[in-house]
């Protein structure tokens, strides 16, 4: 079964590009599949990683940031995935 985290947070104003750099920065202590980052508008950074994983499986996340760097708390999501169409 593959399970991919999402882990999506939004910046503190004008701090886009600092958050990015810390989530790419951000080492886990075990290899995803794969992992991706992505950007949106309001400064939002989002990663999301896939495992060959139960779906209730203990899996490393990304941390939460420095309070100073985001605007909320983290959004956290577990999708199951159900494979191509």
């Given at each position: 079964m593959t399970v991919a985290l999402m882990w999506e947070a939004r910046a503190a104003e004008g701090r886009g590009e600092e958050l990015?750099?810390?989530?790419?920065?951000?080492?886990?202590?075990?290899?995803?599949?794969?992992?991706?980052?992505?950007?949106?508008?309001?400064?939002?950074?989002?990663?999301?990683?896939?495992?060959?994983?139960?779906?209730d499986a203990e899996l490393p996340e990304l941390p939460e940031p420095d309070g100073e760097l985001v605007m909320r708390a983290v959004h956290r999501w577990r999708f199951e995935s159900l494979g191509p169409d």
């Open positions: 990015l750099a810390w989530a790419r920065a951000q080492e886990l202590p075990a290899r995803p599949v794969r992992r991706e980052n992505f950007r949106a508008p309001q400064d939002r950074v989002l990663v999301i990683t896939w495992w060959d994983a139960a779906y």
